[in-house]
C-alpha cells in the first residue's frame, strides 16, 4: 500500500486504485476483486494485453482499467501515481506515488538493475527475491553470448528446447533473433500469443510456428533444426529425449550447469541479483526501506542487510496483512 489510495500487485478493500505492475501471477492476483471494487486499476498497456491472453478475457468490467504510460502521472485525490519502467519482462512497471506534502514513495515491483531507472525516494518498498547474501551472479561471463553459441551448437544436432517462464522466453527469442539464429520457433498456443503481443509492443522475434501447425509437427517429429519454446511446467512432459536448455535466475555458482544427459541450465535471469537489489537501495537513497516478502524470497534478510551495510532502517513486508 502506497499513500492513501492505492494498492500494489494486490486487491484491498479500502484501496480505490490498484496498481499491477507486470503480468506475472504472483502479481496479479484478486485482479477481478480489483475490477469489480476498484474505480481504477492502473498498468502499462502491455500488461493489460499480456494479462488478457494468460488469464483470459477481463470481460466488461476491464474498462476499469487505465492504462498509462511510462512516466505520465496519474492524478487521484490530491497524490500523483507515475509508473517508471522496470526491466523485468514487457511492460513491467514501477510505482512512484506522491502526496501533497512531496513525501516520494515507490514500490520497485520485480526488476533487473540494469536497464531500470533508480527512482530518488522517501520510502522504498523493494522486491526481495535474490535478497540474500548467496544469490550473487559474479560470473565473468557475457551470458547471452553463451546462450547463442549452446543452442547454435546444439542445432547441428537438430530441435533445441528451451523452457523458461513467460517475459524470459520472449527475451531468448529477441536474443536468438539478434543473433540471426533463423530457424523456425516453435512453440504451444499461449506461447504463440504472448509473443505476438510482445510483437505488436516492439519486440523483434523471429520466425514463430505454432506446435499446433504441421509444419512444426514435422520438425519436431523428424528432429529438423529448430528451437521450441515452452513453459517451465512443461519440462516433465515435453522434448524429454531432445536437446534441452532452461534458463533460470536460481543459478549461482556458474553462468552454465549440466543437469541431464543432454539437458543444461542456464543462468539467464529477470531479477536483480543480491549486489543489483542493495545498489539499487543505495542510489535511490530512501529514509526507510521495506522488503516484499512475498513468494519465498528473502525479505527478512534483505532488510537485515540494508540496515548493517547502508545505515537505513529497513523492516521486511508482512506476509499477510488483516487489515
Ligand atoms: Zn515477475
Same mark, same amino acid.
Not at 114 to 139: I, K, Q, W
Not at 246 to 261: A, Q, T, Y
Not at 287 to 298: A, L, P, R
Given at each position: ?16 486504485? /490498484? ?17 469489480? #471494487? %476498484? #474505480? ?14 494468460l488469464?483470459? @478475457?477481463?470481460?466488461p ?5 487505465? +492504462? ?5 502521472? *496519474? ?6 501515481? +507515475?509508473? *517508471?519502467?522496470?526491466?523485468?519482462i ?20 520485480? *526488476?533487473?538493475?540494469?536497464? +531500470? ?11 526481495? +527475491?535474490y535478497?540474500?547474501?548467496? %544469490?550473487?551472479?559474479? *560470473? ?10 549452446m ?10 528446447? $528451451? ?30 500469443? $504472448? ?12 520466425c514463430? @510456428?505454432?506446435? @499446433?501447425?504441421?509444419?512444426? /509437427?514435422?520438425?519436431?517429429?523428424e528432429?529438423?533444426? %529448430?528451437?521450441? &519454446? ?12 531432445? @536437446?534441452? $536448455? ?6 549461482? /555458482?556458474?553462468? %552454465? ?8 541450465v ?7 541479483? &543480491?549486489?543489483?537489489? $542493495? ?29 548493517? /551495510?547502508l ?13
Amino acid at each position: 500500500m502506497l499513500g492513501k489510495s492505492v494498492s500494489c500487485d494486490a486487491y484491498h478493500e479500502k484501496r480505490p486504485l /490498484r496498481v499491477v505492475t507486470h503480468a506475472h501471477a504472483d502479481h496479479t492476483g484478486g485482479l477481478r476483486w480489483s475490477l469489480r #471494487e %476498484c #474505480e481504477k486499476v492502473l498498468m502499462t498497456e502491455p500488461t493489460r494485453d499480456l494479462i488478457e491472453v494468460l488469464e483470459g @478475457t477481463l470481460g466488461p468490467r476491464a474498462k476499469h482499467i487505465e +492504462t498509462l504510460e511510462y512516466e505520465k502521472p *496519474f492524478k487521484y485525490n490530491g497524490e500523483r501515481v +507515475t509508473l *517508471f519502467k522496470a526491466e523485468h519482462i514487457l511492460g513491467a512497471a514501477q510505482v512512484l506515488v506522491e502526496n501533497e506534502e512531496g513525501d516520494r514513495m515507490v514500490w520497485t515491483g520485480d *526488476f533487473k538493475l540494469d536497464g +531500470t531507472p533508480v527512482l530518488n525516494c522517501d520510502t522504498l518498498v523493494v522486491e526481495a +527475491t535474490y535478497g540474500s547474501p548467496m %544469490c550473487r551472479r559474479s *560470473f565473468n561471463v557475457d551470458i547471452k553470448k553463451l546462450l547463442v553459441s549452446m543452442v547454435e551448437e546444439r542445432l547441428k544436432d537438430g530441435a533445441v528446447y $528451451i523452457f523458461g517462464y513467460h517475459g524470459k522466453l520472449q527475451e531468448v527469442m529477441q536474443i536468438l533473433h539478434d543473433a540471426d539464429v533463423t530457424v523456425p520457433f516453435v512453440m504451444p498456443e499461449k506461447v504463440y500469443h $504472448i509473443s505476438k503481443v510482445s510483437e505488436r509492443h516492439g519486440m523483434k522475434l523471429g520466425c514463430l @510456428t505454432p506446435s @499446433t501447425e504441421k509444419e512444426a /509437427r514435422t520438425l519436431l517429429g523428424e528432429n529438423l533444426p %529448430c528451437v521450441a &519454446f515452452y513453459h517451465m511446467n512443461s519440462r516433465g512432459s515435453v522434448g524429454l529425449d531432445a @536437446t534441452r $536448455i532452461c534458463v533460470s535466475g536460481w543459478e549461482f /555458482r556458474s553462468p %552454465c550447469r549440466r543437469i541431464g544427459e543432454k539437458e543444461h541450465v542456464v543462468a539467464l535471469s529477470d531479477h536483480s541479483d &543480491f549486489n543489483g537489489l $542493495i545498489e539499487y537501495v543505495r542510489q535511490a537513497s530512501p529514509k526507510q526501506v521495506i522488503t516484499d516478502n512475498h513468494g519465498g524470497g528473502h525479505g527478512e534478510t534483505l532488510a537485515k542487510e540494508i540496515s548493517k /551495510r547502508l545505515g537505513i532502517p529497513a523492516v521486511a513486508m508482512p506476509s499477510r496483512i488483516n487489515s
